[in-house]
């Protein structure tokens, strides 16, 4: 199995400046993405940003030029860079793990608990 740590979540000012955190562990075999969601009250859960396995990332329109995904292979973490934060930024974060474990012919798709970023006066 695969388990997800997330950390980062806070109360920010708008204007200001988060980084999220998840790493994952357990017995994984490969990484084929990790990237981040969110789900804001009322809303329906939608991609932040996602790193795939041969470095290419992707954004979600909203947050180009503000956020920035990266990744640590050797520590099978994802960071998510927020920065310029606005209100309508604020939402659970929830990190998406896509790859396989064991001896790699098991595929497997998994979710962190979710991180809280309230961005707010």
């Known amino acids: 199995q695969v388990q997800l740590v997330e950390s980062g979540g806070d109360l920010v000012q708008p204007g200001g400046s988060l980084r999220l955190s998840c790493a994952a562990s357990g017995s994984i075999f490969s990484i084929n993405a990790m990237g981040w969601y969110r789900q804001a009250p009322g809303k329906e859960r939608e991609l932040v940003a996602v790193?795939?396995?041969?470095?290419?990332?992707n954004y979600a329109d909203s947050v180009k030029g503000r956020f920035t995904i990266s990744r640590d292979n050797a520590k099978n973490t994802v960071y998510l860079q927020m920065n310029s934060l606005k209100p309508e930024d604020t939402a659970v974060y929830y990190c998406n793990f896509k790859g396989t474990v064991g001896f790699g012919i098991r595929y497997l798709e998994v979710w962190g608990q979710g991180t809280l970023v309230t961005v707010s006066s």
């Open positions: 790193v795939f396995s041969g470095g290419s990332t």
